[in-house]
Each structure stands twice: as structure tokens, then as C-alpha cells.
């Protein structure tokens, strides 16, 4: 709801402009393409059995990978080791790392202890003079223990076809909902746990962190405060520059 002039005006809870006067008084979408959009951002609830003596606070870096600065407006390269000492520093109770599969022989020396998960995407029919990466990288440090009472897929790989525009803001790069719920199953979170994204660009990932630990949520505002974060902790202006540019 927003509140102008002393009434209530009703927003759409996904694009967040104005629902029309007409609209039903149950209405909590402007149109089809938004109600369908929403339903594709569909995720599953946590469902973690364990013995959690606390919440756990948990952070995802997704910068712009190595040699591809380029397609963002920053057009800076990230300082990886910079960034790694910064989650080991920071977020001692797990953090998410991804990266391409080029990458991977720089980055895994960086942290040896990290387990090593990838993201096979659709078979890639493409006019090429050599092999095209059809995989991602994505390093897991810490997170949870999990718990065999609870039946749950814990494999390594996801196999699913990547690319997602039905975000409003949605960038190069951008992550899509099964991605983010796999990784974060691969953290073991739950709810009542926290997620800082490091390079929040168009905020899917925090709309998904949202809908994964509270099964009512419908929808998240935009990620100003996750910038903000970014610009004032510890005076890493760099990372925080790269962030606005993803």
C-alpha cells in the first residue's frame, strides 16, 4: 500500500506502479505479464531440520567474472583475492562465490577449502571456431550441517537452462530463481537466517532469499539499502562500485 494525499493508493506487488481504481478490491497484480512473471519466481520454502542453536548470517558474491568487466557499465575488473578475504573476514558462517568455468583454474587456489559446485546450463547450438562454456562455477564456503532426517536434493550440480528476464531491472548476468534456491539449500538455510549480496544489480536474488525464507512473501522492495551496505562497510569502494554496475 502507499499512502498519498491521506488515501491509500494500491500498488501492483511486482512492477510496484499504481493498480488501476478499477481494479477488483482483491487484485494484487496490474495485469497477466506481471501475475505470470511473479509465478515464475516461484521458490520453495526452506524445510531444514536441524538443531539451530542460532541464525546464520550468509553472504553471495556474484561480480562481474574475470575478462568480462567489459559488459558493465563500470567496466572495472574485480580484485578476487580483495573480495575473498573480505567473505572470510566478514561472513565467517558460509558465503557463496560464483564465477565462470573459465575462472575456476584462478579462483579455486584463492580458497582450497571451498567446495566446488557448478551450474550446467541448456546445450549452447551455436556457429563456433571452438567449445563454448555451457557450465558455471559456484564456491560454497561453511553454511550449515545438514540433517539426514530430512529428504532433500544436496547434489552438487544443477542442471537447468539459464537465462531469466522476467525481473523488472533484469541484467547481464542475472541469476534465475532456481539457481538461487539451490544455492542457497547448498548454504542449508533457513528461515530466520540472514543474506547480504555483495553485487546486488537487479535484486532477483533477494526477491528469491525473501520467498525462501518466508513462505507469505509475494514480492521485496528494491535493494537501495544492500548499496548502501556496499559503499559504507569498511571503505571497499571498489566492490562497491562494481555492485552498481551488475
Known amino acids: 500500500m502507499k499512502v498519498e494525499s491521506g488515501s491509500t493508493r494500491r500498488v501492483c506487488t511486482w512492477c510496484k506502479r499504481p493498480l488501476s481504481p478499477d481494479s477488483r478490491p482483491d487484485a494484487k497484480f496490474c495485469g497477466v505479464r506481471c501475475r505470470q512473471n511473479s509465478w515464475r519466481f516461484a521458490i520453495n520454502p526452506a524445510r531444514v531440520a536441524c538443531s ?20 558493465y557499465s563500470q567496466k572495472r575488473e574485480v580484485d578476487h583475492l580483495k573480495l575473498i578475504r573480505r567473505l572470510m573476514r566478514e561472513f565467517p558462517d558460509g558465503w557463496a562465490l560464483s564465477t565462470s568455468s573459465q575462472a575456476v583454474p584462478m579462483i579455486a ?10 551450474w550446467v546450463k541448456a546445450p549452447r547450438k551455436v556457429r563456433a571456431f571452438h567449445a563454448v562454456s555451457s557450465w558455471e562455477a559456484l564456491f560454497i564456503m561453511g553454511g550449515r550441517a545438514y540433517s539426514g532426517s530430512v529428504s532433500q536434493d544436496l547434489s552438487d550440480a544443477l542442471f537447468y537452462q539459464g537465462r531469466h528476464r522476467a525481473f523488472p531491472g ?22 530466520g537466517d540472514s543474506l547480504t549480496d555483495l ?40 566492490l562497491a562500485t562494481a555492485a552498481r554496475g551488475q
Open 199 to 238: 553485487f546486488p544489480g537487479s535484486g532477483a536474488v533477494m526477491e528469491c532469499w525473501k520467498r525462501f525464507t518466508d513462505p507469505n512473501a509475494t514480492s521485496m522492495k528494491p535493494v537501495e539499502a544492500a548499496v548502501a551496505i556496499q559503499e559504507t562497510s569498511n571503505g571497499d569502494e571498489e
Open 170 to 191: 533484469a541484467l547481464v548476468g542475472m541469476k534465475p530463481p532456481a539457481f538461487c534456491e539451490w544455492m542457497f539449500r547448498q548454504l542449508n538455510a533457513t528461515a
Open 109 to 118: 587456489p584463492l580458497i582450497p577449502d571451498a567446495r566446488l559446485c557448478v
Open 52 to 71: 539451530c542453536t542460532r541464525p546464520l548470517s550468509f553472504a553471495y558474491a556474484d561480480p562481474p567474472y574475470p575478462g568480462k568487466a567489459h559488459y
